[in-house]
C-alpha cells in the first residue's frame, strides 16, 4: 500500500454500529462488563480507547512499524523512553538538540543518575569517541532544531548495534512522509505529533513507534501506569489531520525548497540552513535517506546585531512569530529566545545556534505571498537599522 493510501486507510475501519466512515469519537472514561473480566477488549479509557488505537495503528503503520503508542504530548513520548532506562546509564545525543528534549534531559532526568552526552551527530566519529560500557540509548535528531544537521541514520544504527545501545530517532522534522527511520535500522521513533502529523496548530500530542515487541510491552506498561495518554478528541483531529499529510508535505516541500533559494540569493542574508543545497553538511546523506527536504529553514541576516532580528521577527504580515512548527500556516521563531531559550547560551553558540538566527517553518499558503512577506521584512528592518 502507498504511502497516500495509508495516510487515509490504513488502521481505520468504517464504524461496525452504524457505518460511519470516520472512526467515531469514543468520549468515555470506562466500558461495561458482563461479568468481572468479561468485556469486548476495554475496561478503562487510560489503558485503552478505540479512537485512540486507530490512531496508533495509522501512524504506526505510516512509520512501517508494528507498534504505535501515542502520548499527551511529545515530550510525554521522550519522557516515556527515558524511563527504560537507570541509574548509571548514559544517552549520546546531538550538540543542536531542541530545547524542551535538553531540558528534560538535564534538569529532569539527570538528577536521577542518568548521564548525558551532546556531541556533533553529524560526524559519526565524535559518536563513536563518546561511546562508553554504560551507553544504552543513543538519541538523534535528523534534521535537527534548529540548524538543520543531518544526522546518517543508518551509521548511527550500526554505531549503536556494536555499543548494545538503543537507537531512537526524533523523526519530527521529516515525518513520515520523508523519512522513515525503522526501515534504516532504528529501534524507536518518536514523534511531537503536534507538529506535521496534525498539522493544522490545534492539538498537542507525541507518539512512538517501534517493531520490538519487547519495547513495545514495556512502553505501554509506563503509558498505562504514568497516564500521559491523549484523549479521544485529539485523536480523531490528528487522525482527520493525517490524512491530508502527504498532500501537505508536498507544499511545504515546494514552498520550502523556493523560500530556501530566494533567502540564499538575497543580498542580506548570511547564511541560510536547509539541507537541499549541494553545499549542506551531509546533504548526499539527506539525498539518500530523505525523499525531499522538507519545510524547516533557518537563516542568519548579514548584519547579525540581535535587534535587527527582533525587528525583522516582528515586522512579518503572513509569517506569524509562535512557538512550534509544522502546521499549514506558516510561522516564524527566534529559538535563542523561544524553544533552546533552556541551553546554555555558550552550548547554543557552539552548536551554530547564534542569538541572531531566525527559523521559519513554510506552511502551504502561495510561495508568492510568503516570499514578498519575507521580502518586506527583512528589507524594512535590515535597512532601517543598518545605515
Known amino acids: 500500500m502507498k504511502f497516500g493510501t495509508k495516510a487515509i486507510h490504513a488502521g481505520v475501519h468504517p464504524d461496525p454500529t452504524t457505518g460511519a466512515i470516520m472512526t467515531p469519537i469514543y468520549q468515555t472514561s470506562t466500558y461495561v462488563q458482563t461479568r468481572p473480566g468479561e468485556h469486548q477488549g476495554y475496561e478503562y479509557a487510560r489503558t485503552q480507547n478505540p479512537t485512540r488505537d486507530a490512531l496508533q495503528n495509522n501512524i504506526a503503520s505510516l512509520e512501517n512499524g508494528k507498534h504505535g503508542l501515542c502520548f499527551s504530548s511529545g515530550l510525554g513520548a521522550t519522557d516515556a523512553i527515558l524511563k527504560t532506562l537507570r541509574p548509571g546509564d548514559e544517552v549520546i545525543s546531538t550538540h543542536d538538540l531542541y530545547g524542551g528534549s535538553y531540558r528534560i534531559f538535564t534538569k529532569v532526568f539527570e538528577p536521577y543518575g542518568i548521564k548525558f552526552k551532546f556531541v556533533d551527530m553529524q560526524r559519526v566519529r565524535e559518536v563513536e569517541k563518546a ?3 554504560n551507553t544504552k540509548m543513543i538519541w538523534v535528531e535528523t534534521p535537527t532544531n534548529p540548524t538543520m ?17 538503543t537507537l531512537v530517532v526524533d523523526n519530527t522534522f521529516s515525518s513520515p512522509y520523508l523519512q522513515n527511520p ?19 496548530s490545534d492539538v498537542v500530542m507525541g507518539a512512538i513507534i517501534t517493531n520490538d515487541d519487547e519495547y513495545a510491552e514495556q512502553l505501554a506498561f509506563i503509558q498505562n501506569s504514568c497516564g500521559a495518554v491523549p484523549g479521544p478528541q485529539d485523536c480523531f483531529l490528528v487522525l482527520r489531520g493525517i490524512k491530508t499529510l502527504h498532500l501537505r508535505m508536498q507544499r511545504h516541500c515546494e514552498n520550502g525548497k523556493r523560500i530556501a533559494h530566494f533567502l540564499k540569493s538575497h543580498p542580506k542574508v548570511h547564511k541560510v ?12 546523506v539527506a539525498a539518500r535517506q530523505m525523499r525531499d527536504y522538507g519545510g524547516m ?3 542568519t541576516l548579514l548584519d547579525d546585531r540581535l535587534e535587527v532580528a527582533m525587528d525583522v521577527l516582528s515586522s512579518f504580515k503572513i509569517f506569524s ?27 547554543r553558540l557552539e552548536s551554530g545556534l547564534t542569538d541572531s538566527l531566525i527559523r521559519l517553518s513554510v506552511g502551504i499558503e502561495d510561495a508568492e505571498d510568503l516570499i514578498s512577506d519575507l521580502e518586506q521584512a ?8 543598518s545605515y
Open 182 to 200: 525503522l526501515d534504516l535500522g532504528a529501534d524507536i521513533v518518536v514523534h511531537s505529533v503536534t507538529k506535521y502529523l496534525a498539522g493544522h
Open 131 to 133: 561511546i562508553t560500557p
Open 321 to 347: 512569530l509562535a512557538e512550534s512548527l509544522g502546521g499549514v500556516e506558516s510561522l516564524v521563531g527566534h529559538p535563542a529566545s523561544m524553544t533552546h531559550a533552556s541551553i546554555p547560551r555558550e552550548q
Open 378 to 385: 527583512i528589507n524594512q528592518k535590515v535597512e532601517e537599522l
Open 297 to 299: 529553514i533557518s537563516f
Open 149 to 165: 544537521s543531518i544526522v546518517d541514520i543508518s551509521a548511527m544504527a550500526r554505531v549503536a548495534k556494536t555499543a548494545g545501545a
Open 273 to 284: 540552513y536547509w539541507p537541499g543545497f549541494d553545499d549542506h553538511l551531509n546533504h548526499d
